[in-house]
């Protein structure tokens, strides 16, 4: 018999009972009556998950499509840009700007830092505005979840498009596009939205719309004008020929996390993560990600110096089947990250938790042993544990 | 308890239930060592399909992301290039390659029309030369499956790469993408290959990739350049979070071609469209796709003056429940298409046939009753049904 695996990585995440179930169903061809029924639907909710008016276009592709997307759909070359970068996927912004030809200001952190809007404010004033501004809401390379709302308001001070990445964020943490003004913002379904991977969302207001009439770069598969138009037929199409099992599953999925209730959502993912630090903190290792309720979607572990947090991957997914992620470039080996988002519940943390604490002390880390998991259920409070 | 449904339009296909079982295996992440030998061995097998030794590039998306890659990494702005379209997916090349601002002649036959070498060959000679020419394989929406062969040969006598779409003939016909010198075949998951809508290849010959190198035009997401350097990796990676559920099924898929022989799924294929042609022509109605042994992907029926093509689909498709598909633009009504791509046996055709043919004679249009599903049977030929 097989033993039970533990996908405990910041995307992709494990997948409820009834997605599989829904992807399941029999293949249908996607200009029949029976999926554009299920589309309709999954249209007509995912605004609700970006607190949104606006539409949200579908796409058959990783996030990182949907990010080409906001650039070649926003820009035209020789745009100036700004890229806010505390990690991995802020550099892909970067990289992303660049492939396309804008002139890119990077407001950049080291991995780790929190932005900050002052800093956004100074770099948008001295580089004398910019058609857009590129942010991540949670770096999922350091756990660090950005304050988007205060970002997002210079942005628009500046009179600059605001482009988010919420990639591993949306459903995780309050993410108020219309109320905070956001004008684009790209997701994927492999994350909050307990989805395998393969099918990337993205939130386009009015404005951006409007903008995106004006951008001269090339594009087709990823063309918004494209995409809206077959969704707004009615019953809804897509564009071109879609990733039909997991149109079915992110359906099932949306309506698990409206029919739960976003703010519960939030208020779930919000005590996973106090969870997962108070665990940290109890075995006397030292956070990466900050020590803050925002932190709700990746806890990064620092490792003690004399362990190598690769070593720990590896024996922690070999040994006890928990597939948790290292470190990316300069981080390589220095953390350990856990990640809490979708379908994860408080025991599935404790184990993470608890399988850390033996290895690192394998490992001959300094480690406190025994009060990680009854710190996380404590601090995981309240009586429901999935609610 | 539902009715049972038959899923024969030309792509996407019915799914076996050992790629079914494939893709419902608990999801794992896509850098760990379990995943990394599934794409391994899909990436060292799928070449095999093509007939190639070049590498085959994946990417999450429709097959039209593929083709857009293709373009990306070929042109530049202001490139002439040759679009051969006889078809609706012909011109979705025409509209690519204008996106991407090229200079494009169009060699354009009425749809129903096969593509002929010679008039290639003057186009080709006429525009002075071209960076590429784009072809398609098997035009989806007639039927038709261009004689490539032929078409490649002139490309490479005018010194003229050719990028060929498979998407719904790879795994189906015949198609010798190194004799035969094609520089580059895209193809998508959805069609022979078995395995839902989401994954798209790209089978890229050196000197294609050399050229890539010489092309300006943005691209990020499609990046041949990015994809085969985390494919070279060893084990591979892919570039991006791929469709994990999805290349799962995709490897099952390609096995099942692969154990089945190459040779003899295309003779099944081959002996399909004989028996829907059989059928077709039992009952008096008139082919529209050519009568010829290289239709063997979808069979375009030409429907009486009488008998609207568009209410035949509405109702094979709510009475019978099977789903076909119907003419696209100036065809629309006008034609009705049976697929028979991939899991697809004889009795499915046969099942069509004789919807098609009650349908009709319901609608008042001539049609000779009783006769098909015998003569699609005995056309088949041969013991073994499915091999």
Redesign the interface.
């Known amino acids: 018999m097989a033993a039970k ?1 533990y ?1 405990m ?1 910041p ?5 409820p009972p009834e997605v ?1 179930a829904a ?2 169903r ?7 009556a029976e999926f554009r029924v299920v589309l309709g639907r999954l249209l007509e909710r995912l605004p609700e998950v970006h607190r949104s008016t606006s539409p949200v276009l579908l ?7 949907a990010m ?1 997307g906001a650039v ?1 759909n926003l820009c035209s070359p020789g745009d100036r840009v700004v890229v806010v970068s505390a990690g991995n996927f802020g550099e892909r912004w970067t ?2 700007v660049e ?3 804008c002139d890119v200001v990077n407001l950049r952190y080291e991995w780790g830092e929190t932005p900050s809007a002052d800093d956004l404010a100074s770099t948008l004033a001295d580089s004398g505005g910019a058609t857009a501004v590129f942010l991540t809401q949670s770096e999922t390379s350091t756990g660090v979840v950005a304050p988007i709302e205060e970002l997002v308001r210079r942005c628009a001070d500046a009179g600059a498009l605001s482009v988010v990445d919420a990639i591993s964020s949306l459903g995780a943490v309050p993410l108020e596009t219309d109320a905070w003004g956001v004008d684009v913002v790209v997701a ?1 379904s ?1 994350k909050a939205l307990m989805t ?3 099918l990337a969302t993205t939130c386009v207001s009015e404005r951006a719309y409007a903008a995106s009439e004006r951008a001269s ?7 918004w004008a494209r995409t809206r138009k077959a969704q707004d037929t009615d019953p809804p199409l897509t564009a ?7 149109v079915f599953g992110l359906a099932a999925a949306v309506d698990l996390i409206l029919e739960q209730g976003l703010d519960s959502v939030f208020d779930r993912h919000r005590r996973l993560g106090r969870a997962c630090r108070a665990g940290v903190k109890a075995m006397g290792l030292e956070l990466f990600s900050p020590d803050e309720d925002r932190s709700a979607v990746v806890t990064a572990i620092r490792m003690p110096d004399d362990v190598d947090g690769a070593e720990v991957i590896r024996r922690v ?1 070999g040994s006890h089947g928990i ?1 948790l ?1 290292g470190g990316r470039g300069a981080l390589a080996g220095r953390i350990v990250r856990i990640g809490h988002i979708g379908y994860v519940d408080v025991f599935e943390v404790m184990a993470a938790l608890v399988a850390v604490e033996q290895v690192v002390a394998d490992l001959g880390g300094e480690v406190e042993r025994g009060a990680a998991a009854s710190a996380a259920l404590e601090a995981f409070g309240g009586e429901a544990v999935h609610a």
Do not use: C
């Open positions: 695996r996908l990585t995307g992709p995440t494990p997948v599989v992807m399941q029999p293949l249908v061809h996607h200009r029949t796409a058959t592709s990783s996030g990182t499509g080409e070649a990289s992303l492939a396309y030809g994927g492999q395998p991977p393969g770069s090339p594009r087709f598969y990823f063309d071109f020929t879609p990733a039909i099992s997991l997914g597939t992620e």
